[in-house]
């Protein structure tokens, strides 16, 4: 029995996708699994911060943005939702996550990288699919 889903946002619209889709899985069970959406703000690394600029508040008010379209889509969910927005790195994150709040199903987005551009520069929904603890399903 499916009983909570973990959707990852990036504000994609890949992402917005899985999460229509985890969205109309969830309005199709009798018994609605909890839903939680999750935007991970990833880690950046630079020598010298910018001059005036409050880089962790930025990185913090794109991550609150990012859910703005998620609260729209599922407003009318009446089983009701999650979020949480976390930092580090995405693919670490989303599995971390997904142990932590028992999730048993992870739908995400996938951006269709060809395998070669996969092997140089990575895929966040490779590396979850190599390491979550639970069944990924990926949307396009």
Known sequence: MLTHILVPVDGSDHALNALVYAKN???SLSVPPKLTVLHVNPDV?????????ELDERIAEEGSRMLTPVQAMLADLSSGYNTLVKHGDPGKI????AG???AD???MGT???GLVSELLIGSVS???IQHAGCPVLTTK
């Open 45 to 53: 690394t630079i020598n010298e911060p910018p001059v005036g600029i």
């Open 25 to 27: 899985l969830t309005l």
């Open 105 to 107: 199903l992870i739908v």
């Open 94 to 97: 989303i599995c971390r996550t």
């Open 111 to 113: 951006r269709g990288m």
């Open 100 to 102: 932590e709040e028992g």
């Open 126 to 128: 490779h590396y979850v």
